[in-house]
């Protein structure tokens, strides 16, 4: 009994032991020591490893001003071998306010274990390879009329990988010469022509020379020029249509124009969907990753791009290089007219003055984020972008909110959502019902086409608005959170400045919701197709606030309904009876049924100055879409852009403040934090 | 005697079959520590099947030579342990210091608990 008596006290006091042991010695993360070390990506590991996600981590330590190298070639370290494309980071440096590689590189593994990049190397070799030292790509992204839903696929997928976007309309690019000060252009280093239709049309026409030097220019001088689809037409110099003129190739033209103006532009459209890419320079940055030799599933031999009425390119100079073709088809049959297309070049790259040049013909953001083209884009990027720039997004000192003050706008933004959500519910449903008439087909050249537009923003808008109230409640947690290390750390000024750093950038973000800047968009009342007249919009109408969103979202729902709705539905049996017609003659052709056929077309599709019912259709939702492209979703995509920067900053500086008062001290924070915004605290999740 | 010996015998298949999850937590959080690499909360569901496994070892050592079981003496052993693992799965990341406290917690508790469960009479 007494044995056994002994044994009892002999564990209950290793127990204490270890109890006690732990909370007087808390473990921590560990030091990298004072040895460099080069930390290490494996980008074509794809078991343990998205690229996608590792290069949305590689642009946070771009964004903190850490060197991050771009590896031209392979080469060894640390026992392994490195394909090409490889990122890696040395240390020690100092990054953004101070903080240290140590620090910084902790919280960088740490995100990349909560983000799928679960295999960072690190080594203590010194190792040399032919390299690019990343300069961080700041995007201006073209948004205006002609882009439709273009420009939100792009900046949804952009956003996914961490790139900060500045959304460009004509005015910011003709109203201001590239290189003056606060134009977009000037603050930029990359620009972005998305798909959609042919952009320049979106400059006025007296304005429209200036618009095409600026860019020119800002080429020229060293910024990159990315396009895609109809924005990569607009860069040939060998295009028939006003063009900046980057580069010597031209396009299969003749496929989008009518063969005869009754016919319709039937052929490119057998095109859409998934083509297969024949990557020809697997050597080039760009292309890192994909063709023959490719690691990732999907990505080789042929990875596949989403294809939409891009240009296939010709005459292409010998400056030019092809970095990839049009290889086959998935499940398109293409029509005599448009088969040429298989074998030639898909993706082009380039050089224009100083500046460099890569237009593709598919879409690589399709889709949003998504496997395969997305590290495409992104390499593109990173290859261009050659002038480093400073971060648009900083805070401002002095605008420092009070807690209180936070708190007040927290409840107006929860409040605002919980009162647009329905009603964009409702237009969310009734552009479902328009789009399953089935009058908005993209393989048919009467399709409306816009109904699916509106049905993809007010889909991405729902999603917005959740991420900015959730952004919101987060930021509200982590000020408090803040609050409690201020007093752990008033004898350390670097600390403190972090601190200060934090709020100021998460008192930005709810200053921006309630001073949104308007934008210079004019939404008429009439227009040249005689339909309407619409509610007058005026600057009154505008929202300068977060909670004056919702009257637009309830103005776009009326028009939706009262509007959109009843012209969809009187166009439908119109549609039908086209369409009957159609197929009657392609199984039993006789030449009065064609002739109905061509002259049904031909009403249908009467352009100015008598509108046809498919341009009032079109221009009628271009009205609503207006609205909610330029009035709305503009303002919901800057404040989640100002949150994501901010939630990345604010993430960065815990990390190092944490390190500085300890697991205790920061759990402290934490739970006071906690206590007070649950809500907050659950989202945070750190 | 018979019963004796034949409980013994219970108590030493126990310990054997707790041996085998033991190696099988030791197997899980190799791989868990090779895939994610290193150590991490990730870690922790291998953790946790050898500190939980550790756990009931050291309670059916400790009943050896004790014909009374007690409940609350095993539930503090097993709490602590738990604690345990989870403070060793997170205590290199120090974002999560409050999940490090909460650990700290759960080992007090099972200290408390294992102390109760020795000192105090209870019968299953």
Redesign the interface.
């Known amino acids: 009994m007494n044995?056994?008596r002994g044994?009892?006290m002999a564990?209950?006091a290793s127990?204490?032991i270890?109890?006690l042991t732990?909370?007087m010695f808390?473990?921590?993360?560990?030091s990298s020591g004072t040895q460099s070390t080069t930390y290490i990506i494996p980008m074509e590991d794809w078991i343990?490893n998205s690229d996608v996600n590792a290069i949305r981590l590689v642009n946070t330590l771009l964004e903190a001003n850490v060197s991050v190298y771009w590896a031209l070639n392979s080469f060894s370290a640390g026992g392994n071998t490195y394909p090409a494309g490889t990122f890696y980071i040395p240390t020690p440096f100092t990054a953004m306010n101070g903080l240290s590689s140590n620090d910084l590189m902790n919280?960088f593994?740490?995100q990349a274990?909560l983000n799928g990049v679960?295999?960072?190397d690190t080594t203590t070799d010194n190792f040399s390879v032919n390299s690019k030292k990343l300069v961080l790509p700041r995007i201006a992204l073209f948004y205006d009329t002609t882009t439709y839903d273009n420009a939100l696929v792009n900046y949804e997928t952009l956003e996914k990988m961490g790139f900060k976007v500045t959304l460009a309309n004509a005015l910011d690019l003709y109203s201001k010469a590239w290189n003056e000060t606060g134009s977009v252009l000037s603050q930029s280093n990359v620009f972005i022509m998305p798909g959609g239709a042919l952009h320049l049309y979106a400059f006025p026409y007296a304005n429209m020379t200036q618009g095409i030097n600026n860019i020119d220019e800002f080429v020229a001088n060293g910024g990159g020029f990315l396009s895609i689809c109809a924005g990569s037409t607009e860069a040939l110099a060998g295009s028939p249509y006003t063009n900046l003129g980057l580069v010597n190739a031209s396009y299969y033209s003749n496929w989008f124009v009518y063969s005869s103006p009754d016919q319709g532009d039937w052929d490119w459209r057998t095109l859409i969907g998934p083509i297969y890419l024949n990557v020809t320079q697997p050597n080039n940055p760009v292309m890192f990753g994909y063709g023959q030799s490719a690691v990732r599933p999907g990505y080789g031999p042929m990875p596949t791009m989403y294809y939409y009425g891009g240009p296939a390119f010709t005459n292409v100079s010998s400056g030019v290089t092809v970095l990839a073709t049009y290889g086959a088809p998935v499940t398109q049959k293409a029509t005599a007219k448009v088969s040429d297309i298989w074998g030639a070049p898909a993706i082009l790259e380039t050089n224009y003055g100083r500046g460099k040049v890569v237009t593709f013909g598919p879409h690589p953001e399709w889709p949003a984020g998504g496997d395969p083209g997305a590290r495409m884009y992104a390499q593109a990027l990173y290859y261009i972008a050659s002038i480093p720039k400073p971060d648009p997004l900083l805070p401002s000192p002095s605008t420092t909110l009070s807690a209180g003050a936070i708190s007040d706008h927290v409840n107006a933004i929860t409040s605002t959502v919980a009162q647009i959500k329905p009603v964009l519910d409702d237009i969310t449903r009734t552009a479902n019902e328009i789009v399953n008439m089935r009058v908005g087909d993209h393989y048919n050249p009467i399709g409306l086409w816009y109904d699916q537009v509106l049905q993809e923003y007010s889909q991405a808008m729902y999603g917005q608005l959740n991420t900015i109230q959730t952004d919101a409640v987060k930021l509200q947690y982590e000020y408090a959170q803040l609050e409690a290390l201020k007093g752990m750390v008033q004898n350390n000024p670097q600390m403190e400045s972090l601190i200060t750093y934090s709020q100021e950038m998460i008192s930005k973000f709810f200053n921006y919701t309630a001073n949104l800047p308007l934008d210079p968009m004019i939404i008429p009342s009439t227009d040249w197709t005689g339909m309407g007249p619409f509610a007058n919009f005026t600057v009154a109408d505008e929202a300068t606030t977060f909670g004056q969103l919702t009257q637009l979202f309830v103005r776009v729902d009326n028009e939706t309904n009262s509007v959109l709705l009843p012209f969809a539905k009187s166009y439908e049996p119109l549609y039908n009876e086209f369409n009957t017609l159609y197929e009657e003659n392609l199984t039993s052709f006789t030449p009065s049924i064609n002739a109905t056929l061509a002259s049904l077309y031909m009403n249908i599709t009467e352009s100015y100055p008598a509108a046809g019912p498919l341009y009032k259709g079109m221009d009628t939702f271009e009205h609503t879409l207006d609205i909610v492209q330029y009035k709305i979703d503009e303002d919901l995509l800057n404040i989640q852009t100002l949150g994501d920067r901010t939630m990345e900053i604010v993430s960065q500086n815990?990390?190092a403040l944490?390190?500085a008062v300890?697991?205790?001290g920061?759990?402290s924070a934490?739970?006071q934090a906690?206590l007070a915004y649950p809500e907050g605290a659950i989202l945070s999740g750190? | 005697m018979t019963s004796a010996v034949t409980s013994q015998r219970t108590k030493d298949s126990g310990i054997t079959n707790r041996l085998a999850v033991l190696v099988v937590g030791v197997i899980l959080s190799v791989f868990l520590w090779w895939?994610?690499?290193g150590l991490?909360?990730?870690v922790l569901p291998g953790f946790a099947v050898i500190f939980i496994s550790i756990g009931e070892i050291?309670y059916k050592a400790?009943l050896r030579?004790?014909s009374e079981r007690s409940a609350t003496l095993r539930a503090g052993i097993m709490t602590?342990f738990v604690g345990?693992a989870l403070?060793?799965s997170v205590?290199?990341?120090?974002?999560?210091?409050?999940i490090?406290?909460i650990s700290?917690i759960v080992?007090?508790l099972?200290?408390i608990g294992?102390?109760a469960g020795?000192?105090l009479r209870s019968k299953q």
Not at chain 1, 26 to 30: I, S, T, V
Not at chain 2, 91 to 98: G, I, K, S, W
């Open positions: 044995g056994t044994i009892k564990v209950l127990m204490i270890v109890l732990f909370s808390p473990l921590h993360d560990p343990q919280w593994l740490y274990k679960w295999r960072v815990n990390y944490a390190m300890g697991p205790f920061y759990a934490q739970i906690a750190s | 895939f994610f690499g991490g909360f990730w050291l400790l030579n004790v602590f345990v403070y060793v205590a290199t990341q120090v974002m999560l210091a409050y490090q406290m700290l080992i007090a099972g200290v294992a102390a020795m000192f």
